[in-house]
């Protein structure tokens, strides 16, 4: 059946909503509209005892948020430090509560600013968590950021997943076994389904992006798929703005080409070019490189010079 919308008054009590007629024909006992004034979903219904009862869905993805992401190596431990700052940019609608960073290589001493901020792994599924949900204010309020996250590593900087979720501004009270009919819970599973499919952006629960994060080395160390990935990391850094100049691009892989082209024949010749290609990352780091950027071209760098 073709989708469209059709009004519907609520409850005998003069509300019209519209509704979108699905794959059903009887009227609903829960009808369900988008609320563009709150940017959330609204589902109605009728309960004998306490009369008309309202759920409110607002998805957490109404944040706007940054992140920034430096890295240190401590040589002699062989332990590289993943320091963050988060924010919420201005005209966010939510607190920004939640931040998930994806850590494929293990990870260990976690920092975060304050004891308000919990941090720890999701779900044991290679995920790290920091969450605010205690104190004053349960997140990052839009306009502000907040510095002081960070963790430890073995792992070499590569670029990961992160997901933001934000501080939902209404509870979510389904109809339930204990106050509503089975009518009512079957006509709101349908109606959530139907408005789901209308509005798919409302019922999104993060907001994805990309930063640098740990990740294994490789268990055997291969120089030509070494610089290769180093050359994948420079066109990946474009993207995001983690290198702002494709003069500088163009003069990275230049070298790194040059480096590609050499590694099987002359490993001094390889040696030097990679010298210079970290030179050029180090002079650039803050100017036309980010500290993404950075972490992500002169750490793999060195590893492979210090491998070769």
């Known amino acids: 059946m073709k989708t469209m919308n059709r009004l519907i008054s609520v409850l005998g009590c003069g509300i019209v909503l519209a509704l979108p007629v699905a794959a059903w024909s009887q009227q609903e006992a829960v009808t369900g509209s988008y609320d563009s004034k709150n940017d959330w979903i609204v589902f109605q219904w009728l309960n004998a005892t306490t009369g008309k009862q309202q759920a409110t869905y607002d998805s957490s993805n109404k944040v706007k948020p940054t992140i920034n992401t430096a890295v240190a190596f401590d040589q002699a431990a062989g332990v590289y430090t993943y320091s963050f700052q988060f924010g919420n940019l201005a005209g966010a609608a939510q607190l920004l509560q939640k931040i998930f960073i994806s850590h494929p290589s293990a990870v260990s001493g976690s920092t975060t600013p304050s004891s308000e901020w919990d941090g720890g792994e999701y779900r044991n599924k290679g995920i790290w968590e920091y969450d605010k949900s205690t104190g004053t204010t349960h997140g990052i309020p839009a306009g502000q950021s907040v510095s002081g996250f960070s963790f430890k590593s073995k792992g070499l900087p590569a670029i990961v997943d992160v997901s933001f979720t934000g501080k939902r501004r209404a509870r979510f009270n389904t109809p339930s076994d204990d106050y509503d009919t089975q009518e009512v819970q079957t006509s ?85 070019v990679l010298g210079a290609f970290l030179s050029d990352v180090s002079a650039q780091n803050g100017k036309h490189l980010t500290a993404e950027a950075y972490a992500l071209l002169f750490f793999n760098g060195q590893y492979v010079v210090n491998h070769l």
């Open 188 to 272: 709101f599973n349908r109606v959530f389904e139907a408005m789901k499919a209308q509005y798919p952006t409302k019922f999104v629960d993060a907001v994805k992006q990309k930063t640098v994060g740990p990740v294994d080395p490789p268990a055997t160390f291969n120089a030509a798929s070494a610089i290769q990935n180093l050359i994948a990391l420079v066109n990946q850094s474009r993207a995001p703005g983690w290198i702002d100049n494709d003069g500088i691009v163009t003069s990275l892989l230049a070298k790194l080409n040059n480096a590609a082209s050499k590694v099987g024949s002359d490993k001094a010749t390889t040696k030097n």
